[in-house]
């Protein structure tokens, strides 16, 4: 597994930075399309449009529906010197467009395999929504291609730019826990929020609740325990939500709740909690080592008029945030999507673009944050808990894992 990222930035020093920007910034250096104009392509364009490094140049998506509220929204908060993007016919025509920098996928979960496998051989940098896939061999196999491409493949693993992780991640990097023994995470939310097609209510659509909604969180806490997982026990079901939920006369199969305990090859333990059936919006990570705790937490909502709260506790002696403390970004980057995580996530594209290193999430480090949703999954279905190494020679992984790309 890779280490923990680098985080050269503190939330606290990202956010002393954004308040002294001006935002959007002025003359956009590259030219982004927009791949699916539903809930997160609007939030990319936004958030593209008010960090100001690049322009969406263009949208596509088969729903003309999708694209004229892309457009409305668009009008209502972007400069007005700004063009609005060009609605195009085809991905040809994105491949094509020598104005196109960069292509963000934005689509539903079970297109994001066949829009890459399309999109990878323009050559064109491409950011590709989580999950990557929604089965673990077509995860695989855009690795593959990505190894292969010459324009990098960037994951939407947001969470890992939100400010709590950000100092989380920066407290583990800087040694301050000592060796990290054991890492528990939660989230508790109200139930998934409509689709187009409503594709997120079923398995084969969307890969499965602990696939779709939960790679970030196993992506989080395969970074903090800087190694391979070995064994996973999950338990988990369907509670409450979409119970009696039909469409085109298929009903309903997520998952609403799980329990997902990890071991990892190098003694870490780790859990994970799920509730989908709660009321407002709350997320915790403990990490504990030998030298004492840190505690992340965001408590937020779906009522866009409020803003989110993100603190760090860091139960070390002499550390700066032993008390609680607030590290929410400024308002305007917080209200701007998913807390201020897709602004720096955006960042991170365009400084690739640039040639920089980054933060950002690799097709390994998604395609490992799937298999241990996938495995969690396998031991919700079988009762009994899953063997990684036997779990990714059954699926023909094995290989696949020890690539980089």
Same mark, same amino acid.
């Given at each position: 597994? @890779?280490?923990?990222?680098?985080?050269s930035?503190?939330?606290?020093?990202?956010?002393?930075?954004?308040?002294?920007?001006?935002? &959007?910034?002025?003359?956009?250096?590259?030219?982004?399309?927009?791949?699916?104009?539903?809930?997160?392509?609007?939030?990319?364009?936004?958030?593209?449009?008010? #960090?100001?490094?690049?322009?969406v $140049?263009?949208?596509?998506?088969?729903?003309?529906? @999708?694209?004229?509220?892309?457009?409305?929204?668009?009008?209502?908060?972007?400069? %007005?010197?700004?063009?609005? !993007?060009?609605?195009?016919?085809?991905?040809?025509? $994105?491949?094509?467009?020598?104005?196109?920098?960069?292509?963000?996928?934005?689509t !539903?979960?079970?297109?994001?395999?066949?829009?890459?496998? *399309?999109?990878?051989?323009?050559?064109k &940098?491409?950011?590709?929504?989580?999950?990557m896939?929604?089965? #673990?061999? /077509?995860?695989?196999?855009l690795?593959?291609?990505?190894?292969?491409?010459?324009?990098? #493949?960037?994951?939407?693993?947001?969470?890992?730019?939100?400010?709590?992780?950000?100092?989380?991640?920066?407290?583990?990097?800087?040694?301050?826990?000592?060796?990290?023994?054991?890492?528990?995470?939660?989230?508790?939310? &109200?139930?998934?929020?409509?689709?187009?097609?409503?594709?997120?209510?079923?398995?084969?659509?969307?890969?499965?609740?602990?696939?779709?909604?939960?790679?970030?969180?196993?992506?989080?806490?395969?970074?903090?325990?800087?190694?391979?997982?070995?064994?996973?026990?999950?338990?988990?079901?369907?509670?409450?939500?979409?119970? /009696?939920?039909?469409?085109?006369?298929?009903?309903?199969?997520? /998952?609403?709740?799980?329990?997902?305990?990890?071991?990892?090859?190098?003694?870490?333990?780790a @859990?994970?909690?799920?509730?989908?059936?709660? *009321?407002?919006?709350?997320?915790?990570?403990i990490?504990?080592?030998e030298?004492?705790?840190?505690?992340?937490?965001?408590?937020?909502?779906?009522?866009?008029?409020?803003? @989110?709260?993100?603190?760090? *506790?860091v139960?070390?002696?002499?550390h700066?945030?032993? *008390?609680?403390s607030?590290?929410?970004?400024?308002?305007?980057?917080?209200?701007?999507?998913?807390?201020?995580? %897709?602004?720096?996530?955006?960042?991170?594209? $365009?400084?690739?673009?640039?040639?920089?290193?980054?933060?950002?999430? %690799?097709p390994?480090?998604?395609?490992?944050?799937?298999?241990?949703?996938?495995?969690a999954?396998?031991?919700?279905?079988?009762?009994?808990?899953?063997?990684?190494?036997?779990?990714?020679?059954?699926?023909r #992984?094995?290989?696949?894992?020890?690539? %980089?790309?």
């Amino acid at each position: 597994m @890779s280490a923990v990222p680098f985080y050269s930035e503190s939330a606290a020093a990202r956010r002393a930075r954004v308040e002294a920007m001006a935002l &959007p910034g002025p003359n956009p250096q590259f030219g982004l399309a927009i791949i699916g104009a539903g809930m997160i392509g609007r939030e990319h364009l936004r958030v593209a449009t008010l #960090l100001g490094r690049a322009r969406v $140049i263009g949208l596509y998506d088969t729903e003309p529906t @999708s694209v004229q509220r892309s457009l409305a929204d668009f009008a209502t908060y972007a400069p %007005t010197s700004l063009a609005p !993007p060009r609605v195009y016919a085809s991905l040809e025509e $994105i491949c094509a467009d020598p104005a196109v920098d960069g292509i963000f996928v934005c689509t !539903p979960n079970f297109t994001h395999h066949d829009l890459a496998v *399309q999109l990878l051989p323009c050559g064109k &940098p491409l950011f590709v929504e989580k999950p990557m896939a929604t089965t #673990l061999a /077509d995860a695989a196999h855009l690795l593959e291609l990505a190894a292969s491409n010459t324009g990098f #493949l960037q994951l939407g693993m947001q969470y890992r730019f939100k400010a709590q992780y950000v100092e989380a991640f920066k407290a583990a990097r800087e040694g301050a826990l000592g060796n990290i023994k054991t890492i528990s995470m939660s989230e508790y939310r &109200p139930p998934f929020l409509d689709k187009v097609g409503q594709w997120n209510k079923f398995n084969r659509f969307s890969g499965g609740t602990l696939v779709e909604k939960c790679c970030h969180y196993f992506d989080l806490i395969n970074l903090m325990a800087q190694s391979e997982p070995h064994r996973v026990y999950a338990t988990g079901g369907q509670a409450v939500n979409f119970r /009696d939920f039909e469409q085109d006369g298929e009903r309903s199969d997520i /998952d609403d709740h799980a329990f997902v305990i990890i071991d990892y090859a190098n003694g870490v333990r780790a @859990s994970f909690t799920l509730n989908m059936f709660a *009321q407002e919006l709350y997320e915790e990570m403990i990490v504990t080592g030998e030298h004492g705790r840190l505690l992340a937490t965001e408590h937020s909502t779906f009522k866009r008029e409020e803003a @989110s709260r993100a603190t760090i *506790q860091v139960e070390v002696t002499g550390h700066p945030y032993y *008390q609680p403390s607030v590290v929410t970004y400024p308002a305007v980057i917080e209200r701007s999507g998913h807390h201020g995580a %897709t602004f720096f996530e955006h960042e991170a594209f $365009i400084d690739r673009l640039e040639g920089k290193a980054t933060d950002a999430a %690799t097709p390994l480090q998604g395609l490992w944050a799937i298999i241990v949703a996938s495995a969690a999954q396998a031991s919700i279905a079988g009762g009994e808990p899953v063997s990684i190494p036997d779990f990714l020679i059954a699926n023909r #992984l094995h290989r696949a894992t020890k690539e %980089t790309a």
